[in-house]
Protein backbone atom coordinates (compact mmCIF):
# COMPACT_ATOMS: atom_id res chain seq x y z
CA UNK A 1 0.00 0.00 0.00
CA UNK A 2 1.80 3.24 -1.08
CA UNK A 3 0.85 5.20 1.81
CA UNK A 4 2.18 3.04 4.18
CA UNK A 5 5.60 3.16 2.32
CA UNK A 6 5.87 6.90 3.71
CA UNK A 7 4.29 5.99 6.74
CA UNK A 8 7.66 4.74 8.87
CA UNK A 9 10.79 7.07 7.79
CA UNK A 10 12.65 6.75 10.70
CA UNK A 11 10.88 8.27 13.90
CA UNK A 12 10.48 7.62 17.83
CA UNK A 13 12.73 9.53 20.22
CA UNK A 14 14.98 8.95 17.41
CA UNK A 15 13.61 12.39 16.06
CA UNK A 16 14.52 14.44 18.94
CA UNK A 17 16.66 17.49 18.38
CA UNK A 18 20.07 16.50 20.37
CA UNK A 19 20.93 17.41 23.63
CA UNK A 20 23.41 19.48 23.28
CA UNK A 21 21.44 21.82 20.32
CA UNK A 22 18.27 22.29 22.46
CA UNK A 23 20.16 23.22 25.57
CA UNK A 24 21.95 26.20 23.50
CA UNK A 25 18.85 27.58 22.51
CA UNK A 26 17.15 27.06 25.91
CA UNK A 27 19.10 29.05 27.37
CA UNK A 28 19.13 32.46 25.46
CA UNK A 29 14.62 32.15 26.27
CA UNK A 30 13.66 35.14 28.28
CA UNK A 31 13.09 34.31 31.71
CA UNK A 32 9.07 34.33 33.20
CA UNK A 33 8.82 36.01 36.49
CA UNK A 34 10.12 33.90 39.71
CA UNK A 35 6.75 31.67 40.57
CA UNK A 36 7.18 30.01 43.89
CA UNK A 37 4.06 27.50 42.56
CA UNK A 38 6.15 26.43 39.72
CA UNK A 39 8.02 23.46 41.18
CA UNK A 40 9.67 22.04 38.50
CA UNK A 41 10.01 24.01 35.09
CA UNK A 42 12.32 23.45 31.89
CA UNK A 43 15.59 25.02 33.33
CA UNK A 44 15.91 21.59 35.70
CA UNK A 45 15.81 19.58 32.56
CA UNK A 46 13.33 17.48 34.48
CA UNK A 47 10.79 15.14 32.77
CA UNK A 48 7.66 17.18 32.98
CA UNK A 49 6.51 20.34 35.06
CA UNK A 50 5.39 20.60 38.21
CA UNK A 51 2.63 23.55 39.30
CA UNK A 52 1.66 23.49 43.06
CA UNK A 53 -2.60 24.53 43.60
CA UNK A 54 -2.82 23.46 47.16
CA UNK A 55 0.11 22.02 50.12
CA UNK A 56 -1.86 18.83 49.06
CA UNK A 57 -2.08 18.99 45.12
CA UNK A 58 0.14 19.66 42.23
CA UNK A 59 -0.62 19.77 38.13
CA UNK A 60 1.99 17.75 36.22
CA UNK A 61 2.38 18.82 32.77
CA UNK A 62 3.75 17.19 29.71
CA UNK A 63 3.63 16.39 26.03
CA UNK A 64 5.41 14.57 23.71
CA UNK A 65 4.96 13.46 19.64
CA UNK A 66 7.10 12.20 17.22
CA UNK A 67 6.82 10.20 13.81
CA UNK A 68 6.08 6.27 13.55
CA UNK A 69 8.98 4.10 14.19
CA UNK A 70 6.94 1.03 13.11
CA UNK A 71 4.73 0.09 10.26
CA UNK A 72 1.61 -0.62 12.01
CA UNK A 73 -0.53 2.42 12.65
CA UNK A 74 -2.49 1.10 15.78
CA UNK A 75 0.78 -0.35 17.50
CA UNK A 76 1.98 3.29 16.71
CA UNK A 77 -0.33 4.76 18.22
CA UNK A 78 0.00 2.63 21.44
CA UNK A 79 3.68 3.43 21.84
CA UNK A 80 3.17 7.08 20.76
CA UNK A 81 0.86 7.09 23.73
CA UNK A 82 2.69 5.11 25.97
CA UNK A 83 5.64 7.12 25.42
CA UNK A 84 4.21 10.51 26.34
CA UNK A 85 2.14 9.26 29.26
CA UNK A 86 5.70 8.04 30.51
CA UNK A 87 6.77 11.49 31.90
CA UNK A 88 3.84 11.89 34.43
CA UNK A 89 4.87 8.55 36.04
CA UNK A 90 8.07 9.35 36.01
CA UNK A 91 7.21 12.68 38.22
CA UNK A 92 5.57 10.66 40.42
CA UNK A 93 2.09 11.66 39.04
CA UNK A 94 -1.20 10.09 38.25
CA UNK A 95 -2.90 10.44 34.66
CA UNK A 96 -5.42 12.43 34.33
CA UNK A 97 -6.32 13.83 31.23
CA UNK A 98 -4.86 13.86 27.62
CA UNK A 99 -4.86 15.79 24.81
CA UNK A 100 -3.87 14.12 20.60
CA UNK A 101 -1.56 16.06 18.82
CA UNK A 102 -1.51 15.31 15.12
CA UNK A 103 -0.17 15.63 12.00
CA UNK A 104 -1.29 13.99 8.71
CA UNK A 105 -1.50 14.19 5.19
CA UNK A 106 -4.74 15.23 3.92
CA UNK A 107 -4.33 12.41 1.25
CA UNK A 108 -3.58 9.84 2.94
CA UNK A 109 -5.73 7.20 3.81
CA UNK A 110 -8.25 8.25 6.74
CA UNK A 111 -8.19 5.18 8.15
CA UNK A 112 -5.06 5.12 8.98
CA UNK A 113 -5.13 7.82 10.62
CA UNK A 114 -8.34 6.59 12.98
CA UNK A 115 -6.50 3.18 13.33
CA UNK A 116 -3.16 5.55 15.26
CA UNK A 117 -5.89 7.23 17.47
CA UNK A 118 -7.49 3.86 18.37
CA UNK A 119 -4.23 3.07 19.73
CA UNK A 120 -3.66 6.38 21.60
CA UNK A 121 -6.97 6.60 23.11
CA UNK A 122 -6.58 2.74 24.52
CA UNK A 123 -3.23 3.29 26.45
CA UNK A 124 -4.85 6.55 27.96
CA UNK A 125 -7.68 4.11 29.05
CA UNK A 126 -5.36 2.10 30.12
CA UNK A 127 -3.45 4.61 32.62
CA UNK A 128 -6.21 5.29 34.22
CA UNK A 129 -7.16 8.85 31.93
CA UNK A 130 -9.64 10.86 30.09
CA UNK A 131 -8.77 11.55 26.42
CA UNK A 132 -10.28 15.11 26.32
CA UNK A 133 -9.79 16.42 22.82
CA UNK A 134 -6.98 17.72 20.60
CA UNK A 135 -5.49 19.59 17.88
CA UNK A 136 -4.68 18.49 14.00
CA UNK A 137 -2.95 20.46 10.97
CA UNK A 138 -2.22 19.10 8.00
CA UNK A 139 1.45 17.97 7.57
CA UNK A 140 3.44 16.03 4.69
CA UNK A 141 4.17 13.50 7.23
CA UNK A 142 2.59 11.54 9.46
CA UNK A 143 3.29 12.68 13.29
CA UNK A 144 0.72 11.54 16.82
CA UNK A 145 1.47 12.02 20.07
CA UNK A 146 -0.20 13.68 23.35
CA UNK A 147 0.13 16.80 25.65
CA UNK A 148 -0.65 14.74 29.17
CA UNK A 149 -1.89 16.46 33.20
CA UNK A 150 -1.64 14.96 35.75
CA UNK A 151 -1.59 14.89 39.60
CA UNK A 152 0.91 14.46 42.24
CA UNK A 153 1.52 15.46 45.87
CA UNK A 154 3.93 18.08 46.30
CA UNK A 155 5.85 16.55 49.09
CA UNK A 156 6.04 13.17 46.82
CA UNK A 157 7.85 14.73 43.34
CA UNK A 158 10.20 12.53 42.04
CA UNK A 159 12.74 14.63 40.26
CA UNK A 160 15.36 13.33 38.26
CA UNK A 161 18.50 15.12 40.26
CA UNK A 162 17.37 14.11 43.79
CA UNK A 163 19.49 11.37 43.92
CA UNK A 164 22.29 10.92 46.89
CA UNK A 165 25.85 9.22 46.85
CA UNK A 166 25.55 5.84 48.08
CA UNK A 167 21.52 5.40 45.95
CA UNK A 168 21.65 2.08 43.77
CA UNK A 169 20.36 2.50 40.48
CA UNK A 170 17.15 0.57 38.82
CA UNK A 171 16.18 0.10 35.43
CA UNK A 172 13.05 -1.39 34.82
CA UNK A 173 13.05 -1.71 30.90
CA UNK A 174 15.60 -3.30 28.64
CA UNK A 175 17.64 -1.37 26.37
CA UNK A 176 17.94 -1.46 22.31
CA UNK A 177 14.81 -0.72 20.79
CA UNK A 178 15.83 2.25 18.78
CA UNK A 179 19.08 0.03 17.41
CA UNK A 180 16.26 -2.74 16.82
CA UNK A 181 14.12 -0.64 15.08
CA UNK A 182 16.73 0.80 12.74
CA UNK A 183 17.42 -3.00 11.98
CA UNK A 184 14.09 -3.63 11.01
CA UNK A 185 14.13 -0.33 8.71
CA UNK A 186 16.61 -2.33 6.60
CA UNK A 187 14.99 -5.35 6.99
CA UNK A 188 18.23 -6.69 8.86
CA UNK A 189 15.35 -7.07 12.56
CA UNK A 190 14.46 -10.57 13.43
CA UNK A 191 9.97 -11.22 13.98
CA UNK A 192 11.78 -12.07 17.59
CA UNK A 193 13.89 -8.42 18.32
CA UNK A 194 10.71 -6.55 16.75
CA UNK A 195 8.37 -8.33 18.95
CA UNK A 196 10.59 -7.89 22.18
CA UNK A 197 10.89 -3.97 21.50
CA UNK A 198 7.25 -3.24 20.65
CA UNK A 199 6.07 -5.22 23.50
CA UNK A 200 8.57 -3.03 25.68
CA UNK A 201 7.65 0.46 23.66
CA UNK A 202 4.07 -0.49 24.14
CA UNK A 203 4.32 -1.37 27.83
CA UNK A 204 3.28 1.74 30.15
CA UNK A 205 5.54 2.36 32.96
CA UNK A 206 2.14 3.22 35.29
CA UNK A 207 2.91 -0.23 37.18
CA UNK A 208 6.52 0.24 37.56
CA UNK A 209 5.30 3.67 39.27
CA UNK A 210 2.86 2.00 41.02
CA UNK A 211 5.55 -0.77 43.08
CA UNK A 212 7.95 2.74 43.23
CA UNK A 213 5.36 4.48 45.81
CA UNK A 214 6.18 1.50 48.13
CA UNK A 215 9.88 2.23 48.46
CA UNK A 216 11.88 5.53 49.10
CA UNK A 217 12.79 7.03 45.82
CA UNK A 218 14.89 10.05 45.62
CA UNK A 219 15.23 10.48 42.28
CA UNK A 220 13.49 8.99 38.58
CA UNK A 221 13.50 9.60 35.07
CA UNK A 222 12.72 7.84 32.21
CA UNK A 223 14.80 7.12 29.42
CA UNK A 224 13.97 8.11 26.42
CA UNK A 225 15.85 10.09 23.33
CA UNK A 226 18.85 10.87 25.16
CA UNK A 227 19.47 7.39 25.79
CA UNK A 228 20.52 6.06 29.20
CA UNK A 229 24.02 7.75 29.68
CA UNK A 230 22.34 10.68 28.40
CA UNK A 231 19.40 11.10 31.20
CA UNK A 232 22.24 9.49 33.96
CA UNK A 233 23.80 12.71 32.72
CA UNK A 234 21.31 14.72 33.60
CA UNK A 235 20.35 12.85 37.04
CA UNK A 236 23.86 12.97 38.04
CA UNK A 237 23.45 17.16 38.04
CA UNK A 238 27.27 17.77 38.22
CA UNK A 239 26.50 16.85 42.16
CA UNK A 240 27.45 13.58 41.91
CA UNK A 241 29.02 10.73 39.51
CA UNK A 242 28.19 6.89 38.86
CA UNK A 243 29.40 3.67 39.18
CA UNK A 244 27.22 1.44 36.14
CA UNK A 245 27.64 -2.42 36.25
CA UNK A 246 27.85 -3.14 32.65
CA UNK A 247 27.16 -6.79 32.56
CA UNK A 248 23.53 -5.77 34.66
CA UNK A 249 22.49 -3.72 32.11
CA UNK A 250 19.55 -5.68 30.28
CA UNK A 251 19.18 -5.20 26.70
CA UNK A 252 17.26 -6.89 23.51
CA UNK A 253 19.80 -9.86 22.91
CA UNK A 254 20.08 -9.00 18.96
CA UNK A 255 20.23 -5.34 19.69
CA UNK A 256 24.25 -6.36 20.12
CA UNK A 257 24.34 -8.10 17.36
CA UNK A 258 22.83 -5.29 15.34
CA UNK A 259 25.29 -2.70 17.02
CA UNK A 260 28.53 -4.98 16.28
CA UNK A 261 27.10 -5.41 12.40
CA UNK A 262 27.02 -0.70 12.77
CA UNK A 263 23.54 -0.62 12.35
CA UNK A 264 23.20 2.63 14.31
CA UNK A 265 20.88 5.82 14.75
CA UNK A 266 22.28 9.38 14.11
CA UNK A 267 20.30 10.22 17.37
CA UNK A 268 22.60 7.55 19.14
CA UNK A 269 25.49 9.23 17.75
CA UNK A 270 24.88 12.74 19.01
CA UNK A 271 24.15 11.24 22.72
CA UNK A 272 27.51 10.06 22.61
CA UNK A 273 28.99 13.39 21.02
CA UNK A 274 26.90 15.00 23.94
CA UNK A 275 27.71 13.12 26.98
CA UNK A 276 30.59 11.05 25.57
CA UNK A 277 33.48 13.61 27.27
CA UNK A 278 31.79 12.42 30.64
CA UNK A 279 32.06 8.53 30.51
CA UNK A 280 35.12 6.55 30.93
CA UNK A 281 34.27 2.72 29.59
CA UNK A 282 36.30 0.07 31.45
CA UNK A 283 36.04 -3.74 29.62
CA UNK A 284 33.07 -2.53 27.37
CA UNK A 285 32.57 -3.69 24.10
CA UNK A 286 31.55 -1.21 21.48
CA UNK A 287 28.34 -2.72 20.99
CA UNK A 288 27.03 -2.27 24.61
CA UNK A 289 28.73 0.97 24.56
CA UNK A 290 26.27 1.84 22.00
CA UNK A 291 23.14 0.46 23.65
CA UNK A 292 23.72 2.79 26.29
CA UNK A 293 24.14 6.25 23.94
CA UNK A 294 20.67 4.47 22.13
CA UNK A 295 17.72 6.49 22.28
CA UNK A 296 14.66 4.97 23.61
CA UNK A 297 11.19 5.12 22.82
CA UNK A 298 9.21 4.58 25.51
CA UNK A 299 12.06 3.48 27.87
CA UNK A 300 12.04 2.58 31.31
CA UNK A 301 12.08 4.44 34.35
CA UNK A 302 15.48 5.00 36.26
CA UNK A 303 15.56 5.17 39.89
CA UNK A 304 17.71 5.81 42.21
CA UNK A 305 17.12 5.11 45.83
CA UNK A 306 18.49 3.42 49.07
CA UNK A 307 20.50 0.20 48.53
CA UNK A 308 18.54 -1.46 51.39
CA UNK A 309 15.20 -1.06 49.59
CA UNK A 310 16.29 -1.43 45.97
CA UNK A 311 16.26 -5.97 46.12
CA UNK A 312 12.54 -5.75 47.32
CA UNK A 313 11.71 -3.46 44.71
CA UNK A 314 13.76 -5.22 41.89
CA UNK A 315 11.84 -9.08 43.17
CA UNK A 316 8.76 -7.35 43.33
CA UNK A 317 8.65 -5.58 39.76
CA UNK A 318 10.36 -8.85 38.46
CA UNK A 319 7.85 -10.47 39.79
CA UNK A 320 5.09 -8.62 37.61
CA UNK A 321 7.39 -9.22 34.46
CA UNK A 322 9.34 -6.77 34.28
CA UNK A 323 12.96 -7.10 33.38
CA UNK A 324 13.94 -4.45 36.13
CA UNK A 325 18.04 -4.77 37.56
CA UNK A 326 20.38 -3.46 39.66
CA UNK A 327 22.48 -0.75 37.37
CA UNK A 328 24.77 0.99 38.88
CA UNK A 329 25.61 3.08 42.01
CA UNK A 330 25.90 6.59 42.63
CA UNK A 331 29.15 8.31 44.29
CA UNK A 332 30.45 11.71 45.38
CA UNK A 333 31.29 13.53 42.91
CA UNK A 334 34.67 13.08 41.29
CA UNK A 335 37.12 13.94 38.46
CA UNK A 336 34.68 11.57 35.90
CA UNK A 337 31.06 11.44 35.80
CA UNK A 338 30.46 8.17 34.85
CA UNK A 339 32.32 4.98 34.81
CA UNK A 340 30.77 2.28 32.94
CA UNK A 341 32.56 -1.11 34.11
CA UNK A 342 32.20 -4.87 32.94
CA UNK A 343 34.33 -7.69 34.34
Known amino acids: MADKIEFCKGGGCTAKLGAGVLLRVLEKLPKAPFDEALLVGYDSRDDAAVYKISEDMAFVQTLDFFPPMVEDPYTFGKIAAANALSDIYAMGGVVKTALNIVCFPENMDLNILGEIMRGGSEKVIEAGGILAGGHSIADNDVKYGLSVMGTVDPRKIYKNN ?132 DPQTSGGLLIALPETEAENMVSEMRSKNMPAQIVGRFTEKSNTEIIVKGE
Open 162 to 293: GGKSGDVLVLTKKLGVGIVCTANRVGEASKKAMSEAIDSMVTLNKYAAEICRKYNVHACTDVTGFSFLGHLHEMLDNRLSCLVFADSIPYISEAKNYAEEFLLTAAGQRNRNFVGENVRFENVSFAMEEILF
